[in-house]
Every structure is written in C-alpha cells, then in structure tokens.
C-alpha cells in the first residue's frame, strides 16, 4: 500500500452537513463511523447530542461547526455555537472564517474573531477554521492562514463544500504558508481515492467528506488487486 494511504482512515471526518440530514442518516453516519474507525463524525450542531448518544464508548469523536455555511453570523452567535456545541459532546469545531471580511482584507477583524472563539474553547478542543479558499486569491489565502495562526486555531480548512470543492493547489498554497505550524484539512468534493492520494500528498492531514465509506471500498478494491 502506498504508505500515505495506510491510516487513510484515521483521516476522514465523516461527514453530514447538508441541511436535510435527519436522524436515521446521522445514526448511520456513526455506525459507519465505528465499523470504519473513522477519526470523527462532523454534523451540524442539532444533531451532537445524537451522536453522542450513538457513539457512546467508541473511538470516534464527535465534529460540530460553527457559522456554518454561510459564514456571515456576528461573531457572538458564532461563539454561542462553539461553546455550546462542546457543551453538548462537540470535541472538535469547524469555524467558518467571516469570507466577507477576508475578500475585503479585513485581517485583524478575522484574527480577532479566531481568537475570539478560541480563547472560549476548552485548550484540549481543537479548532479548524474555514476559509473558503475557492473565494480568495492565492494572496488572500496565505493572509487567511496567518489569521489562522495567529488566532491560535490548530487548523486551516479549505472550504464548507457547498460552494466548490478543494483542490490540490489550493492545499499546497495553504500547506506551505502554514510552514508547519497549523495542519490543513481538505473538504468539499471528496469522492476518489485518487484525491485523497492527491490531497495528501499536497499537505492535508485530514480529509472532510461525505464519501468516506465508498472510499474505504475503493480502497479495500485497489489492495485486492495488487
């Protein structure tokens, strides 16, 4: 096995974010979850009491999100949901990074909200913003990881996924400014392999998708044939 695909599972948060999720689907998602020993379940905050509950005794952890997808709550609603969230059994938070501020080089602002949040947080909850890379220039992006950095944040993640997906280069350009300080995780449009490989390689330690068990089969498929 290509050794950058050998914890491949221990990548993906699992995940289930689209607005009409119900409960049968996010009590499947831990199910999966746990048979696949993914690292974690990411779910809209409704939902982490459920997950809780289904995951109880397991090895998964439990992802929530914050601003999420559109970015542009106060940065006090933003906080409620983090805090809250973890309240509830969250052991990991997606922020949304306020986009609006970021196309505009508002860069303190965004700082000042990371730091905000994380400064709320318990210290062993880790805390990934989004940045939705897609929307930023190449420029931009490394700003928005600084941001990340010096907010104190553990993670700079690509996108939401409901506006484009991640690319290679959008990870490369955010691994390299990142300079090992903070990780980066890629999400949005994860469907192959291939990208997982791809990504990976590129700087990602952790992969954000919704296809995380069909992957695990392609997977499965690959080694049965070498």
């Given at each position: 096995?290509?050794?950058?695909?050998a914890?491949?599972?221990?990548?993906?948060?699992?995940?289930?974010?689209?607005?009409?999720?119900?409960e049968?689907?996010v009590?499947?998602?831990?199910?999966e979850?746990i048979?696949h020993d993914?690292y974690?379940?990411?779910i809209?905050?409704a939902?982490?009491?459920?997950?809780a509950?289904?995951?109880?005794?397991s090895?998964?952890?439990?992802?929530?999100?914050?601003?999420?997808?559109?970015?542009?709550?106060?940065?006090?609603?933003?906080?409620?949901?983090?805090?809250k969230?973890?309240?509830?059994?969250?052991?990991?938070?997606d922020m949304?990074?306020?986009?609006?501020?970021?196309?505009?080089?508002?860069?303190?602002?965004?700082?000042?909200?990371i730091?905000?949040?994380?400064?709320?947080?318990?210290?062993?909850i880790?805390?990934?913003?989004?940045i939705e890379a897609?929307?930023?220039s190449?420029?931009?992006?490394?700003?928005?990881?600084?941001?990340?950095?010096?907010?104190?944040?553990?993670?700079?993640?690509?996108?939401t996924?409901?506006?484009?997906?991640?690319?290679?280069?959008?990870?490369?350009?955010?691994?390299?400014a990142?300079?090992?300080?903070i990780?980066?995780?890629?999400?949005?449009?994860i469907?192959t392999?291939?990208?997982?490989r791809?990504?990976?390689?590129?700087?990602?330690?952790?992969?954000?998708?919704?296809?995380s068990v069909?992957?695990?089969?392609?997977?499965?498929?690959?080694?049965?044939?070498?």
């Amino acid at each position: 096995m290509n050794d950058i695909l050998a914890d491949l599972n221990r990548r993906f948060d699992h995940a289930a974010l689209k607005p009409e999720v119900d409960e049968k689907t996010v009590r499947k998602l831990c199910r999966e979850a746990i048979e696949h020993d993914f690292y974690s379940v990411a779910i809209n905050p409704a939902w982490i009491r459920t997950a809780a509950d289904e995951l109880r005794g397991s090895n998964v952890k439990i992802l929530s999100v914050a601003g999420f997808p559109l970015s542009a709550a106060r940065t006090e609603v933003k906080l409620f949901e983090a805090v809250k969230g973890v309240d509830d059994g969250a052991h990991e938070i997606d922020m949304v990074a306020n986009v609006g501020w970021l196309v505009s080089n508002r860069f303190k602002e965004v700082e000042a909200e990371i730091s905000e949040i994380r400064n709320k947080l318990p210290f062993n909850i880790v805390l990934k913003v989004i940045i939705e890379a897609g929307k930023l220039s190449i420029e931009q992006q490394v700003e928005a990881v600084k941001c990340v950095i010096y907010g104190g944040a553990q993670f700079v993640k690509t996108c939401t996924g409901f506006f484009g997906g991640a690319t290679v280069e959008q990870v490369q350009t955010l691994h390299k400014a990142a300079g090992g300080k903070i990780e980066v995780k890629a999400s949005g449009g994860i469907r192959t392999l291939e990208q997982c490989r791809e990504l990976l390689a590129a700087g990602a330690t952790r992969l954000g998708s919704s296809a995380s068990v069909d992957i695990m089969a392609e997977l499965k498929q690959t080694l049965g044939n070498t």
